[in-house]
C-alpha cells in the first residue's frame, strides 16, 4: 500500500506539476453545539476555496454545494437541513440570506471559534456546551495552552 501511495502521489505531482503528499495534515473534527455555530461551519467551509485562492467567488469552487444551494445550479439530492430555516420564512428569502450571510466578508467572533475549533479538535460552541460534554463524557474537553500545567508556587 505505501508503494502504491506513493506511486499515485508521484502521478498526480506530475499531472498537476505540483510537489508534497496527497493527504498532508490530519483528519479535523469538531461536534457542533447549536446551529447558529453550525451555519458559522457551513460558511467556514463555502468560503475555505476562496480563502485558499482556488477560485475567486464560492460558487466556482466545483466539489461545492454552494452554488446550488444559492440556486446557481441544479442537483436532485441536496436537502434543505433545518439548520437554514430560521434565515426566512420562505425558500427564496431563505436563499438570499444564505447567500449574504456567506458573502459577508466580515470575521466575526463564531468565525474565529469555529476556525480554532477545527485546527485544534475541539468543540465548537459555548461553555455551557463544554460542561455538558464533560459531565456526560466524564472527558475534559476545555482549551487548555500546550504543554504541561505550571507548577503553583507557595
Known amino acids: 500500500m505505501k508503494r502504491l501511495a506513493a506511486r499515485q502521489t508521484r502521478y498526480v505531482n506530475a499531472l498537476e506539476r505540483r510537489s508534497g503528499s ?4 490530519r483528519y479535523k ?3 457542533i453545539d447549536t446551529d447558529e455555530y453550525l451555519l458559522s461551519c457551513c460558511r467556514y ?3 475555505n476555496p476562496v480563502k485558499a485562492g482556488m ?3 464560492a460558487e466556482d469552487y466545483v466539489w461545492s454545494s454552494y452554488a446550488a444551494r444559492i440556486g446557481r445550479a441544479y442537483t436532485e439530492w441536496l436537502d434543505e437541513p433545518p439548520t437554514f430555516a430560521p434565515l426566512a420564512s420562505d425558500p427564496k428569502r431563505c436563499i438570499r440570506a444564505y ?3 456567506v458573502s459577508n466578508s466580515g470575521i466575526t467572533k463564531q468565525d474565529e471559534l469555529v476556525r480554532a475549533a477545527v485546527e ?3 468543540l465548537t460552541g459555548g461553555k455551557r456546551f463544554a460542561d455538558e460534554v464533560e459531565r456526560r463524557t466524564g472527558i475534559r474537553v476545555e482549551m487548555r ?3 504541561r500545567p505550571k507548577k503553583s508556587r507557595k
Do not use: D, T, Y
Not at 496527497?22 to 495534515?25: M, V
Open 120 to 122: 485544534s479538535n475541539r
Open 99 to 101: 447567500e449574504q450571510f
Open 22 to 25: 496527497l493527504w498532508e495534515g
Open 45 to 47: 467551509v463555502e468560503l
Open 29 to 31: 473534527i469538531s461536534p
Open 55 to 57: 477560485v475567486s467567488r
Open 145 to 147: 495552552g500546550p504543554g
